[in-house]
């Protein structure tokens, strides 16, 4: 038998979800970024600390990402736009979820490519005409996966990725968004 190595420890993913399902506490994690308005619309976005297994958490390192509008926006293009890091987060998640799912299945994977295409109508987010959402209208995401798989197993990849993604998830379901000013 071969021996499937895709890089995720799906042992250790699979201790995790046991354990949570006797502490379902512990399971009740708060993701954090904070945002810093530099000039124009372009700010600096940081990540850093998160609650999750009770505690304060950290990652490794501090990321850092820039977030601004391109220069037909009369901007700097100093960074993608917020609504750009929506489809970043979504195809991450997905591909992420693929490489699990594969190795839980004992799939080799040789290569995972998505391509997630936005649909966006400027003109809600302008003012131009209050009919328009200012959200995408329709996203796409298409996989190209080569692994020793049949096609019928790659697309069941696909889907239970798609059934287990975070991102997906906020994107296609209703989530409570509160704003306030401190």
């Given at each position: 038998?071969?021996?499937?190595?895709?890089?995720?420890?799906?042992?250790?993913?699979?201790?995790a979800?046991?354990?949570?399902?006797?502490?379902?506490?512990?399971?009740?994690f708060?993701?954090?970024?904070?945002?810093?308005?530099?000039?124009?619309?372009?700010?600096?976005?940081?990540?850093?600390?998160?609650?999750?297994?009770?505690?304060?958490?950290?990652?490794?390192?501090?990321?850092?990402?820039?977030?601004?509008?391109p220069?037909?926006?009369?901007?700097?293009?100093?960074?993608i736009?917020?609504?750009e890091?929506?489809?970043?987060?979504?195809?991450?998640?997905?591909?992420?979820?693929v490489?699990?799912?594969?190795?839980?299945r004992?799939?080799?994977?040789?290569?995972?490519?998505?391509?997630?295409e936005?649909?966006?109508d400027?003109?809600g987010?302008?003012?131009?005409?209050?009919?328009?959402?200012?959200?995408?209208?329709d996203?796409?995401?298409?996989?190209?996966?080569?692994?020793?798989?049949?096609?019928?197993?790659?697309?069941?990849?696909?889907?239970?990725?798609?059934?287990?993604?975070?991102?997906?998830?906020?994107?296609t379901?209703?989530?409570?968004v509160?704003v306030?000013?401190?």
């Open positions: 038998m071969t021996t499937v190595t895709n890089g995720v420890n799906v042992q250790a993913l699979l201790e979800r046991d354990a949570l399902k006797e502490a379902p506490e512990a399971a009740q708060t993701w954090r970024a904070s945002a810093k308005w530099n000039s124009g619309v372009h700010s600096t976005i940081k990540v850093q600390s998160f609650f999750g297994l009770g505690q304060e958490q950290s990652h490794k390192e501090e990321s850092v990402f820039d977030a601004d509008h220069e037909v926006f009369a901007a700097e293009d100093s960074g736009t917020p609504i890091y929506l489809i970043v987060g979504l195809a991450s998640c997905l591909t992420a979820g490489a699990s799912v594969a190795e839980n004992g799939i080799q994977l040789h290569s995972v490519e998505a391509t997630v936005g649909q966006h400027i003109r987010i302008l003012g131009a005409d209050s009919d328009v959402r200012n959200g995408y209208n996203i796409k995401v298409t996989f190209t996966i080569d692994a020793d798989a049949s096609r019928q197993e790659i697309e069941a990849l696909v889907a239970q990725s798609q059934k287990r993604s975070a991102v997906f998830d906020a994107l379901n209703p989530t409570n509160t306030e000013v401190a």
